[in-house]
Nanobody
């Protein structure tokens, strides 16, 4: 059974940075595709980034140039570096393993002064 756990969320001022991590057990993240999603209150879940098996990446237009997804194979983790954060980035962020369709419990990111 695949278990994912997100961490790294918190409160940050506009313009600040956070790095989210998605740690896995029961799955080798280097051999699967991982998506990061976010869900703001009252809104539907939105995909913001993907990393494929080959390391190719995709970003939503709203975060392109500010967010970067990467793997840490030694730790079996996928990270999401978020820079130049804006209040509209406030949401619960989730990682999803496309092979198993496992989801983490989410980590809250709040961007506010």
């Amino acid at each position: 059974q695949v278990h994912l756990e997100e961490s790294g969320g918190g409160l940050v001022q506009p313009g600040g940075s956070l790095r989210l991590s998605c740690a896995a057990s029961g799955s080798d993240l280097s051999s699967t595709e991982i998506d990061w999603y976010r869900q703001a209150p009252g809104e539907s879940r939105e995909r913001v980034a993907r990393i494929t098996r080959t390391g190719a990446t995709w970003y939503a237009a709203s975060v392109k140039g500010r967010f970067a997804i990467s793997r840490d194979n030694a730790k079996n983790m996928v990270n999401l570096q978020m820079n130049s954060l804006k209040p509209e980035d406030t949401a619960v962020y989730y990682c999803n393993d496309l092979t198993s369709n496992a989801w983490g419990q989410g980590t809250q990111v709040t961007v506010s002064s």
